[in-house]
């Protein structure tokens, strides 16, 4: 009897032994939270503070200047404008920015337009390209950068073979003028 009252001492033992690691592992995450949440609470009444003081009135922030008005507009709008005596020299400089993005610009397609109403004349250009995607839209990007007063109105791409390399594109391109200094 001794025998089995002593079997089921070390049985116990080794029971307990066996959970201890877990027992303490419980109790390292329990001592853990505790510390977690003592550091925590002293932050969350911080954020609390300065979510609760009040906004600076609108007078202390910055203000944005005040928007132009329509004359102001429109002096920009026709300062903007190129000189339709110049047309020329930029239908030149598109022709050179087409030769620096390795295109081959063909015979092109011009019309001058004049809307009375807005003094302004518009000068269409029709720009049939051949290359490569990429230098394309270089092209028409660098064209836009250079020529400030130019819309880019249309782009279109045709390809004959889905394994050529080169395509050909037309841009429309209308350049926005005035007659001279206003």
Known sequence: MKDLHLAGLLLG???RLQRAP?????LALLLAAALAW????????KQQALLARPLPAPATLV?????????????EFYATLGEKRHAEQQVGTLFAL????????HQGEYKFNYDKASRVASYQILLPVKGGYQP??????RA??????????EVSFRRDNIADMQVE?????TLYLQEGQQ
């Open 13 to 15: 033992a080794r029971l």
């Open 22 to 26: 877990m027992a303490c592992l419980a």
């Open 38 to 45: 003592a550091w925590l609470l002293p932050q969350r009444d």
């Open 63 to 75: 203000t944005a200047p005040p928007p132009p008005s329509a004359n102001e507009n429109l002096a």
């Open 98 to 105: 087409a030769a620096k993005s390795g295109l081959t610009l």
């Open 136 to 141: 394309i839209w270089q092209f028409a990007l």
């Open 144 to 153: 836009l950068a250079a020529v400030p007063f130019a819309a880019l109105d």
């Open 169 to 173: 594109a037309k841009l429309r391109f």
